[in-house]
């Protein structure tokens, strides 16, 4: 399997209600928004990632794919409440370091379309993914399986591997991605190291 539930019970509650009241943070940054990119109908809040504004004045954002520094987005002191949730999952895997960390926002009906991810932080950190709203119907997808997951749970993934996110439910999906540098579990989310 690509996936495996590593954690849950968090409290999302706080972070729901701080997104519903800042409606304006969605797609500030449009960096996966593009007409053919899997994410088309899909929003972002962005955390924490590279810095965007070489890419905005540019137009070439494939400098985000290198080992370059990330930083804090205004987003997050617009939304402390994220800060809880990331040490949660920080604390669970043991973290080394926290990489890039995004809210993604799917509308009813709404599709990510098959895709891998690559490039430096892809390859480099692992991710996990903690469902903030999320209602029978929204799937996250593998070949090996789908995550039907309830809001709080934290889901370790393999992002090398193809992945989509189907919302078949009546209400917004809405997901935190926080990627880490770890090691005590594999990309799957399978225990690799006993010690702790």
């Not at 480099?124 to 997808?141: E, L, Q, S, T, W």
């Not at 078949?168 to 999906?173: G, K, L, P, T």
Request: proline fraction near 6%.
């Amino acid at each position: 399997m690509a996936f495996n539930k590593i954690g849950g019970g968090l409290n999302v509650e706080p972070l729901k209600k701080a997104v519903s009241e800042n409606p304006n943070l969605w797609g500030q940054i449009p960096f996966r928004l593009y007409d053919d990119s899997p994410h088309r109908e899909s929003s972002d809040i962005w955390i924490k990632c590279q810095d965007i504004k070489k890419g905005l004045e540019t137009g070439n954002f494939s400098y985000f794919a290198d080992d370059v520094p990330i930083i804090w987005y205004p987003a997050s002191q617009e939304l402390p409440e994220v800060f809880d949730l990331i040490g949660a999952v920080s604390v669970l895997v043991e973290s080394i370091e926290i990489g890039v960390v995004l809210i993604t926002h799917l509308p009813p009906g709404g599709k990510i379309y098959k895709h891998k991810d690559d490039g430096f932080h892809a390859e480099n950190y692992d991710k996990y993914f903690v469902p903030i709203n999320n209602k029978d119907g929204a799937k996250f997808c593998f070949d090996s399986g789908d995550i039907e997951p309830q809001e709080g749970d934290v889901w370790a993934f393999d992002n090398n591997v193809d992945h989509w996110v189907e919302n078949n439910s009546d209400e917004e999906r809405i997901a935190l991605i926080v990627c880490i540098r770890q090691n005590k579990y594999d990309r799957r989310g399978i225990l690799c190291r006993q010690d702790s």
